[in-house]
């Protein structure tokens, strides 16, 4: 699966940005789909949101909950992370990762997913 993230940028705190993936036109490239971000000086990704694209179910982070929506339109192969009301402390690289691994564990972690994008950048300022 090829990923390409856009909507990255810069916004004073309190403001909103979505961010996309745009995945290859496969059938099945959107099926497990998750965000994930790394901050300055992290040695982590950190999971964000991630979607199941065959059934529509969404999870979160909890630090993200009730701020982040992530959401898919698959007729153009895409899914979107909206993010409001966003602090500095959202300032990070945005990664979008898909492809269904064999891992069976939480949604919000790496190994879920066998691709990843280049990522696109938050900055948030106070």
């Known amino acids: 699966v090829q990923l390409v993230e856009s909507g990255g940028g810069s916004v004073q705190a309190g403001g909103s940005l979505r961010l996309s993936c745009a995945a290859s036109?496969?059938?099945?490239?959107?099926?497990?789909v998750g965000w994930f971000r790394q901050g300055p000086g992290k040695a982590e990704r950190q999971g964000v949101a991630a979607i199941d694209g065959r059934t529509g179910t969404t999870y979160y982070a909890n630090s993200m909950k009730g701020r982040f929506t992530i959401s898919q339109d698959k007729s153009k192969n895409t899914v979107y992370l909206q993010m409001n009301s966003l602090n500095p402390e959202d300032t990070a690289m945005y990664y979008c990762?898909?492809?269904?691994?064999?891992?069976?564990?939480?949604?919000?972690?790496?190994?879920?997913?066998?691709?990843w994008g280049r990522g696109t950048q938050v900055t948030v300022s106070s």
């Open positions: 036109p496969d059938r099945h490239s959107t099926d497990c």
């Open positions: 990762a898909a492809g269904c691994s064999a891992y069976g564990g939480s949604w919000l972690r790496g190994l879920k997913y066998t691709s």
